[in-house]
């Protein structure tokens, strides 16, 4: 009797331990799948933001944010021609029992040199009644590389995308944009359909009415993009009341004198920011001049105009110099046109003049034209012209000028990236994500 009892209990305690192994068993089989479901969720996800919402590679999300879907209608890039507006399925399905739910991404990087993201998905195995078996996070950090939006990645580059020209609306007209890499025109409001990949070189000009003896050595970009803010001089910098620039003056890097304050940055070279009203040169003897050898000088015009007429002009020293080194910036961006917009008219003295303007609510253009006239290389690089920079406006005016020349430099991108930040370093660029850097997963049951 006391035999059978022991070997009874035995056995029962060996068929509870079979039942334990074969419980553990299931629950890691059930772990595994959970795994492996958040793992197909990614695959899926990355597939969809390649082929279809590339644009969506540099913003991050969080699905705990509520109210704040990944496609919020702001891009910090503008986007090529084919994306497909939207954002991929956030969750879905694999197989009869598997679930998965993209919990967040984020990317960490700028949209001029790309950088990496971080996706966290969910995926849940569940039981024949929808109830959850087992849950798994995993976590995947991939690298996301920008390219051309004609071109496949790893193929040689034809554009950096940047906008060398840009403006709500252009009238180009006789003038040149030169710049193989980055002397592309943006025109946000030109086009209004839907269709601005299929347009032809002929009609893209068209639309930003370019004359016959006029040239565009970049490319034509039609459609939106967010603009980011017009740089302003630090708040703690105490100016005088802005005075309007009437005659020859002269600003000079380094000197906190009259417009003009110095910002002292520790370990880096100073930079130096000049408040005016108007700027209103109108003679051949009448010339600004900007010196950037001891730092660079940022210009905010604050009333009505920028305008050298008659053979004024700007002239930046020393020759040379980066066109980053010189800005000249103007009143806020207004969307709702309730201020008069500033008249900007450029001229360059009888050597380049390197610089970037950017005037959000500005009517732009260039008077008199090729004081000194493009040099390019033989892969349409090119020194010399009346502007070496960058031009933003809310209007381009070509008219002001029939034979204006901006040459656009490969770099500018980068310049604006270094010195103003990554939201200055716009571009109409497509976006790859690649492998994966770093992998991790936790389950629970």
């Not at 603009?227 to 309007?244: C, I, K, M």
């Amino acid at each position: 009797m006391i035999i059978s009892l022991i070997i009874a209990t035995g056995l029962m305690a060996l068929a509870a331990r079979s039942w334990l192994g074969l419980s553990g068993t299931f629950r890691q089989s059930q772990s595994r799948q959970a795994r492996e479901i958040a793992e197909a969720g990614i695959a899926r996800t990355l597939e969809r933001l390649n082929a279809s919402y590339s644009y969506l590679l540099i913003k991050s999300y969080d699905s705990s944010e509520a109210g704040k879907p990944w496609n919020d209608g702001n891009y910090i890039s503008s986007v090529c021609p084919d994306v497909i507006f939207g954002e991929p399925s956030l969750s879905g399905t694999v197989g009869a029992k598997g679930k998965y739910t993209l919990l967040s991404y984020l990317f960490q990087g700028s949209p001029f040199y790309g950088g990496k993201a971080t996706l966290r998905m969910k995926g849940e195995r569940l039981h024949s009644n929808d109830s959850v078996a087992a849950t798994s996070i995993v976590e995947q950090t991939i690298d996301i590389r920008p390219k051309s939006c004609t071109n496949s990645f790893g193929e040689p580059t034809i554009t950096s995308g940047f906008p060398g020209l840009l403006g709500q609306t252009v009238v180009l007209g006789n003038n040149d944009v030169f710049g193989t890499l980055s002397g592309n025109v943006l025109c946000l409001q030109c086009y209004s359909g839907t269709e601005s990949e299929s347009l032809s070189r002929e009609q893209q000009e068209d639309y930003i009415q370019m004359n016959r003896n006029g040239s565009v050595a970049g490319q034509i970009f039609l459609g939106p993009i967010d603009l980011p803010p017009v740089p302003e001089p630090p708040s703690g910098l105490d100016f005088e009341p802005p005075a309007s620039v009437t005659s020859s003056t002269t600003f000079t890097a380094g000197q906190d004198t009259g417009a003009c304050r110095v910002e002292q940055r520790e370990d880096e070279t100073s930079i130096t920011h000049c408040v005016v009203n108007d700027i209103s040169l109108k003679s051949k003897n009448e010339i600004l001049t900007v010196d950037t050898t001891a730092g660079d000088v940022r210009i905010y015009v604050r009333g009505s105009e920028a305008v050298f007429t008659g053979g004024a002009a700007i002239k930046h020293i020393p020759e040379g110099a980066s066109a980053s080194s010189l800005g000249l910036f103007g009143n806020p961006i207004d969307p709702d046109d309730t201020t008069t917009d500033q008249l900007v008219r450029l001229a360059g003295a009888s050597t380049t003049n390197a610089l970037w303007a950017y005037f959000p609510d500005g009517n732009m253009g260039i008077n008199g034209g090729s004081k000194e006239t493009a040099d390019c290389d033989t892969e349409g690089e090119c020194t010399g012209g009346d502007i070496n920079g960058a031009v933003w406006a809310k209007e381009w005016n070509g008219s002001s000028s029939n034979v204006a020349q901006l040459v656009v430099p490969a770099d500018i991108g980068t310049q604006l990236f270094n010195k103003f930040g990554p939201q200055y370093a716009l571009g109409i660029r497509d976006y790859v994500a690649l492998g994966v850097s770093q992998w991790s997963s936790w389950t629970k049951q």
